[in-house]
C-alpha cells in the first residue's frame, strides 16, 4: 500500500504544528506584555459583553433582542493579573491543540515507518491518547475560560455575569475526542480479528 | 489457574506413521512454517479443510488428532 499520502499529511500537519507553536509563542509573548509592560495600544483582552443597546438596529417589523458582542479591553498600563487570567481564557484551549496536532503527527510517521501503515496497534495506541487529550483538554480549557472571563469581566468592565458560556469549541473538541476513542477502538478489535484470522491454519 | 487448552497430537502421530513434518508438508500442502505453529499450539483455529486433509494423510480421525487438556 502506498504511504506517499502519508507522507504528505505528515509534511502539511508538521508544517502546521511548527506554525501553531510560532504562533502560541507569540501570544505569550502578548501576554506578557499585557502583565508586564502595558500596552495601550496593542493586544487587547476579547471579552464577551451582553444587552448591548439595540436600537435601530431591527428592520422595519423585526426585534432585535438579547444582543451579545465581543469587545477588546487593553488594561492601562501593567497588570500581572489580567495578564495571568488572559493566559488561563487562551492557553489550555491552545496547549491541548498541539498536543492533539503532535499526536497525530507522531502517529502519522510511525504508520509509515510500519508494516501496515495506519491499521497497527501504534495507531490504535495514538488515537486513544488523542481521544483523552481533546475530551479532557477541551471540558479544562472551557471551565478554566469560563472562569478567567467571570474575574476579568469583573476587573475591567463596568458589568459582569457570573457565569460566561464556553464557546461550542468545547463539544467539537469532546465530539472528536469520542470520534478517535471509537476508531481507536475499531481498530484495535479489527487487529485482534485480523491476528486469528492470520493465526488460523 | 492455566486455561484449559486444544492440544494437536502432531508430534506423536508423525511418530507413529514414521512421517517427517516436511513430507507431511508435501502431502497436505501447507508450508512447514504452518504446521510447526500447529504442532506447538500456537494456531489460533484450525480450518475444517485443514483438519480434513491432515486426517487423510495421517489416516486418522479429527479425534486422534485433537485432545482437550
Redesign the interface.
Known amino acids: 500500500m502506498s504511504t506517499r499520502w502519508i507522507l504528505r499529511l505528515e509534511v502539511v500537519l508538521s508544517v502546521a504544528l511548527t506554525l501553531s507553536v510560532l504562533g502560541t509563542v507569540a501570544a505569550l509573548i502578548g501576554n506578557f506584555v499585557i502583565a508586564f509592560v502595558g500596552n495601550a495600544h496593542g493586544i487587547g483582552i476579547p471579552l464577551q459583553v451582553f444587552d448591548v443597546p439595540s436600537t435601530g438596529m431591527a428592520a422595519g417589523g423585526a426585534v432585535v433582542e438579547d444582543v451579545s458582542a465581543e469587545v477588546t479591553v487593553r488594561p492601562q498600563g501593567a497588570s500581572p493579573a489580567a495578564g495571568l487570567l488572559y493566559l488561563l481564557m487562551w492557553a489550555p484551549g491552545t496547549v491541548t491543540g498541539l498536543l492533539a496536532l503532535f499526536t497525530v503527527v507522531r502517529a502519522l510517521g510511525r504508520a509509515r515507518s510500519g508494516d501496515r501503515a495506519l491499521f497497527s496497534t501504534v495507531t490504535a495506541g495514538h488515537l486513544r491518547r488523542l481521544g483523552w487529550i481533546l475530551i479532557a483538554g477541551s471540558i479544562v480549557s472551557a471551565v478554566l475560560d469560563s472562569a478567567a472571563q467571570v474575574m476579568l469581566a469583573s476587573m475591567l468592565l463596568t458589568e459582569s455575569r457570573p457565569f460566561y458560556p464556553p464557546s461550542g469549541e468545547v463539544v467539537g473538541g469532546v465530539v472528536a475526542g469520542l470520534v478517535a476513542l471509537g476508531v481507536s477502538e475499531i481498530v484495535r478489535r479489527g487487529l485482534v480479528l485480523l491476528e486469528e484470522v492470520e493465526a488460523t491454519i | 489457574m492455566a486455561e484449559p487448552v486444544i492440544r494437536v497430537r502432531l508430534d506423536e502421530l508423525l511418530k507413529e506413521r514414521g512421517m517427517t513434518l516436511t513430507e507431511l508438508s508435501h502431502r497436505v500442502e501447507?508450508t512447514v512454517v504452518?504446521?510447526s505453529?500447529?504442532k506447538n499450539g500456537?494456531?489460533?483455529?484450525?480450518?475444517f479443510s485443514?483438519l480434513a486433509r491432515l486426517c487423510e494423510a495421517l489416516g486418522c480421525q479429527p479425534g486422534d488428532l485433537l485432545t482437550y487438556e
Open positions: 501447507i504452518n504446521l505453529i500447529l500456537h494456531a489460533k483455529a484450525v480450518r485443514t
